[in-house]
Structures are given as C-alpha cells and as structure tokens.
C-alpha cells in the first residue's frame, strides 16, 4: 500500500510534468521557423517556470513544513524575480514598440 | 532538525518532525546554513536572468533567430528529467525519515541516475550546436545560452559531491544524518529550479 506523503509525491510530480508538457506547447505555438515576439507566449512561459518553481519550493523541497519566516522568503524570491523579467520585457517590448 | 524561529521545538516535536514533517509546523528541512546559500544563488541567477532579458529586449529579433536553432523537445526532455531526479531525491528523503535505508539508497543512486542522464543530454546538445557553428562567440544569445547553462552545468557537478556525501551518510548505520539527507536534497532540487527557468528564457519565451 502506498503511504499518503507518497501519494503526494506521485501526484506532485505528475503536475509537473504535465505543466512542462504545456509549456512545450505554448513555445511551439507559432513553429520553430520563423517565430515572432510575442508577450502573451513570454508571459505565460515566465509564468508557468515560476508556478512550478513554487510547487518545488513547498512540496519537494518542504517548505510548506518549514517556519513562515522560509515560506515568505521563498516566495519573496519568486515574486522579485517575476518583477525583475516580466517588468523588463513588458517595458523593452512597450519602447520598441512605442 | 534544526529549527530557526523562536525557542525550538521540545524533544517531543523534534522526535515527530523526525518522522513526518506534518506534525510540526516548524520543520526546516535540513541546514539553515544550506538555505541561506540557496537563496543567495538564486537572487546571484535572478540577476543574470534580469541582465539576459535587458540585453534580449534592445535586439529581439537576433534572439529568435538564434534561439530558433536550439531544440525546444530537448530542453523539455531535460527538464523532465531533471523533475524526475528531484522527486526522487523527495523519496530519499521520505524513505531515511521512516528508517527505510534501503529504499532511501535506491533514490539516491536514481538521483544520481537521471543527473548523469542530463549530464549527457547537454554535453551532446553543446556538440551539436558547435558543429553546427554556434559557439560561445557566435552572437550575443549564443553567449548567454552558453553562459547560463555552463553556470547551471558547474552547480550540476557539485549536486554530484553532495548526492555522494548522502549516498555515504546512508550506506553505514553509524553515519546516518536525517539533517544532512534533507541538505543534500535541498542543494539537489536548487540545481532542478534553476534549470526550470533557464529552459523558459533560452527555449520557449520569445
């Protein structure tokens, strides 16, 4: 029989992959051959490495266990780093365009 | 089991979060120590990723271009592979807190496994682009792409040491640490995040 935290693990795991499955899709939206800047693809890549870097951080790595104090700075990270990408690439694709 | 907010735990909660975390909720899981490194190398990569998306956005087009010649399912099978390690290394570490050595050890050397795995993988997609003539110096993406994924490939190595020092821990009865297992997992799933947002700047942003 399988132990519950397993079972996580398992489940965990799977959504993972299956989140790395879409973003496969979402960078071959457009084909390989001549692929175009596109917010909405960026956004939703950044976006998708960083929800699963978050499960990472609470379910394989425990977080989700440990004080609030590594919960808030984890997700500090995790927030500063969206800032610092989607900001930089919404304001250089905002300029080029503009 | 270490525990960093206030007073600590007492023996008894210290003896519970031994064998599972969910019965206390102050749990670090291994060194405090090894924490404070991962954080401050994932805000030194925070500011290589910042300083890879200013320099993509004053040239676009050069980057898609460039990244066009890299193979998006490649970087997809690394990361699934690198995904499968850090579930791996979890059981690890769930199999040595209920004292099943045995089952820990097996992980730990199929952590190993799926290391090597994309150890290889990437070696030979460095091959390939190279003879295809993309190197280091080709272009400004080339340069990062080579930059981030050697930085990433450099911490990879280093997972190997620390899964060595776990595989050691584990093998003698004598040496067995719940608290370095959870640190060496801890390094081992930083080197697996990392390489989760390299592979959406390099391969599927655009």
């Known amino acids: 029989m399988i132990a519950a935290s397993e079972k996580r693990l398992i489940a965990v795991w799977l959504a993972l992959c299956a989140i790395t499955i879409v973003s496969l899709w979402v960078g071959s939206l457009d084909g390989r051959v001549a692929p175009a800047a596109s917010t909405a693809v960026t956004s939703g890549a950044i976006g998708i490495a960083l929800l699963k870097v978050r499960i990472i951080f609470r379910e394989f790595m425990e977080v ?5 104090l590594l919960g808030r700075l984890t997700d500090l990270w995790v927030l500063v780093t969206a800032v610092c990408l989607l900001g930089t690439y919404w304001a250089g694709m905002a300029f080029s365009t503009g | 089991m270490t525990d960093v907010a206030g ?22 899981p291994g060194q405090p120590d090894m924490w404070a490194f991962v954080l401050f190398e994932a805000f030194l990569f925070t500011a290589y990723f910042t300083v890879y998306m200013v320099c993509r956005v004053q040239d676009p087009e050069l980057y898609l271009r460039s990244q066009a010649q890299l193979d998006l399912r490649i970087g997809a099978f690394n990361t699934l592979v690198l995904l499968t ?3 791996s290394v ?3 570490v769930q199999s040595a807190r209920e004292g099943e050595f045995r089952s820990a050890l097996t992980n730990a050397f199929l952590t190993l496994a799926f290391g090597l795995v994309f150890l290889v993988s990437k070696v030979l997609e460095w091959a390939h682009e190279i003879e295809k003539g993309f190197g280091f110096s080709s272009d400004e993406f080339f340069s990062f792409y080579y930059f981030l994924t050697a930085m990433h490939f450099l911490h990879l190595l280093i997972g190997f040491v620390v899964l060595g020092v776990v595989v050691h821990q584990l093998w003698s009865p004598a040496r ?10 801890t390094y081992w799933h930083t080197v697996d995040f990392l390489w989760v947002i390299i592979f959406a700047l390099l391969y599927v942003m655009r």
């Not at chain 2, 067995?176 to 997992?185: C, F, I, K, M």
Request: overall charge neutral; hydrophobic content about 35%.
């Open chain 2, 7 to 28: 007073a600590g735990p007492g023996p008894r909660e210290l003896r519970l979060a031994a064998v599972d975390p969910d019965a206390a909720r102050d749990h670090v």
């Open chain 2, 85 to 87: 390690s850090s579930w």
């Open chain 1, 64 to 68: 989700r266990h440990a004080p609030v």
């Open chain 2, 90 to 92: 979890a059981r690890c």
């Open chain 2, 176 to 185: 067995r640490s719940q608290e370095l297992v959870e640190t060496g997992a």
